[in-house]
């Protein structure tokens, strides 16, 4: 990573500063994001970083257990109000065709915690269509995070959405071992 602060900031001169460098660094070692750690304490504000037809941006979480680098065009940071810390930070993968995409999801299954036969059972509901959405599986990461990914055919184009959700609910020992044995989580957020 080039030479910035320790962790980015979504102020808009952090925001630029993200765009400009094209890496980000966010600390989630407690499962949160404050609004005041990324310099907007108080703000009801949830950033989108980057687009479709941006550049790719390197994103480093640091998370409970380990590190995790991604990288996307576009970073989505989900505020449930200015007095809460974020509920999840969203980012996306597109990919020329599924395969790409099934493969991927094949090697999220070690790095996020996917339920491998809940990416079997994308790859045998999309094989032969052009055009289908799936939420594939929930897990927990390497990096100790929870995350939801959701899968999109469109015109034989293919798009993983990833959600990595901050809520403590999620977080417990109970959620964490239904995540991992199930690939879902009843969720009472």
């Known amino acids: 990573m080039p030479n ?16 400009k460098t094209r ?4 600390d989630l070692r407690n499962h949160e994001l404050t609004k005041a750690a990324v310099g907007l304490d108080g703000q009801d504000r949830g950033p989108i970083i980057g687009g479709a037809d941006g550049p ?5 979480f640091l998370g409970p257990e380990q590190a995790e680098t991604i990288e996307t065009n576009t970073l ?12 999840g930070i969203v980012f996306w993968k597109s990919f020329d065709d599924a395969q790409q995409c099934l493969d991927e999801l094949r090697d999220d299954v070690s790095r996020w915690g996917l339920s ?6 994308w ?3 999309s094989k032969g269509e ?3 959405q799936q939420v594939v599986s929930m897990g927990v990461g ?11 055919l469109k015109d034989g184009r293919a798009l993983l959405k990833y959600d990595i959700y901050l809520e403590p609910d999620l977080y417990t020992p109970q959620a964490l071992d239904e995540i991992r044995t199930t690939g879902i989580a009843k969720y009472n957020g």
């Open 130 to 132: 052009s055009n289908y």
């Open 4 to 19: 910035t602060p320790e962790f980015s900031q979504l102020t808009d001169a952090g925001i630029e500063q993200i765009k």
């Open 76 to 87: 989505m940071f989900l505020s449930p109000n200015a007095n809460k810390p974020y509920s």
């Open 23 to 26: 890496n980000a660094r966010f």
């Open 56 to 60: 790719m941006i390197t994103v480093e």
């Open 142 to 152: 390497r990096s100790g995070l929870v995350i939801d990914v959701e899968a999109y």
């Open 123 to 125: 790859a045998e509901n």
């Open 116 to 121: 491998a036969a809940r990416v079997d059972r």
